[in-house]
């Protein structure tokens, strides 16, 4: 079974791994330092809820989308 990660503010690590794929509800937030996405609430989600959560967290703005948008286009391509 596939697994996903999951923004989980109770968690120390600021996400947990979800057996299965993300909801319909849910989109992609941040990404992990290792490039690895991280799914959750976009109305939930807030630059200071990433700060707390570590520094390994990156939140997902539109530099970072126009950085993933880059590596796919250039895989794709």
Known sequence: ???YLKQDLMNP??????QGRPKA???A???LSDG?????DPSMTSRSTYA?????IIYYDDEVERQRRL?????LG
Do not use: Q
């Open 1 to 3: 079974m596939p697994e």
């Open 13 to 18: 690590r600021g996400y947990s791994v979800c």
């Open 25 to 27: 509800s849910e989109a």
């Open 29 to 31: 937030v941040a990404l």
């Open 36 to 40: 690895r996405c991280l799914f959750g």
């Open 52 to 56: 707390r959560a570590g520094s390994k």
């Open 71 to 75: 590596v796919c286009d250039t895989a």
